[in-house]
Structure formats: C-alpha cells, structure tokens
C-alpha cells in the first residue's frame, strides 16, 4: 500500500494514512463463513482469520505509527 501511494501520489495525507490502515487490517470473518458454506477448507479459513486477528494487535497499532509518521497531517 505505501509503494503504491508513492508510486501514484495525489493522495493528501489523511487519504494515505486511510489506504496502509485499511491495507493493514486482518482478514475478514466472511471468509470462514463462505468456507463453511461450501465446504472448502473451513478449518484452515477459520485459523487464518484467528491469527490475523491476533496478529493484528501488533501489527495494527505500528502501521498506524508508521502511517502518521509518513503520511503526517497538515
């Protein structure tokens, strides 16, 4: 996400910091729901959206570090 808004820039930096936090969130329960609903790998879905979830304690709060730090607002 932050190469691609250096890449294209344009974005005020309010957009920018919008862009990596939402790049930055952990993977949605609607993937274990469409996973049990057809039968397709419901476990391993159900496990990815745990530990990104989990993961996301971490790794949320330093994005959003490193999102105002880069993308500071005016």
Do not use: C, H, R, W
């Not at 039968?39 to 979830?53: G, L, S």
Request: proline residues 5%; glycine residues 4%.
């Amino acid at each position: 996400a932050i190469g691609f808004i250096y890449l294209f820039g344009g974005l005020t930096p309010i957009s920018s910091q919008v862009v990596v936090l939402y790049a930055s969130v952990p993977t949605a329960v609607n993937t274990a729901i469409y996973a049990a609903e057809f039968k397709n790998y419901a476990d391993e879905a159900t496990q990815i959206v745990m530990m990104t979830t989990f993961f996301s304690a971490v790794t949320l709060t330093f994005m959003i570090f490193l999102a105002n730090y880069l993308f500071p607002p005016m």
